[in-house]
């Protein structure tokens, strides 16, 4: 069974960063698809950024292009995000999703529909 955990968020001020953490069980994330995604109460869910497999390419969201990085550690079957110049408008609940790649993209999935494994999420506050 297929389990991922976040862990990193926190209270920050803007100007700050953090980087969060995604500890997967249950697969190999060099196998997956993995992304980051923000949800604020009332707004759907949106793709902040994602990876193929660790080698291929990335993708990030207009608003965080620049600012945020995504990466991963194989042996560590982590999946991290690193968020500078954070924002007020960065506040957002961040949750961590995997789906499988079997090396079909080169370009991972933008849309949060193509992702089927979903952690419980962080929580991420930036104060003006």
């Known amino acids: 069974q297929v389990h991922l955990v976040e862990s990193g968020g926190g209270s920050v001020q803007a100007g700050g960063s953090l980087r969060l953490s995604c500890v997967g069980s249950?697969?190999?994330?060099?196998?997956?698809?993995m992304g980051w995604f923000r949800q604020t109460p009332g707004n759907e869910r949106e793709t902040v950024a994602a990876?193929?497999?660790?080698?291929?390419?990335?993708y990030y969201a207009d608003s965080v292009k620049g600012r945020f990085s995504i990466s991963q550690d194989n042996a560590k079957n982590t999946v991290y995000l690193q968020m500078n110049s954070l924002k007020p408008e960065d506040s957002a609940m961040y949750y961590c999703?995997?789906?499988?790649?079997?090396?079909?993209?080169?370009?991972?999935?933008?849309?949060?529909?193509?992702?089927?494994?979903w952690g419980q999420g962080t929580q991420v506050t930036i104060s003006s």
């Open positions: 990876i193929t497999r660790g080698d291929g390419g990335s």
């Open positions: 999703a995997a789906r499988f790649d079997g090396g079909r993209y080169y370009v991972p999935p933008s849309q949060v529909s193509e992702y089927n494994y």
């Open positions: 249950g697969l190999n994330i060099r196998n997956y698809c």
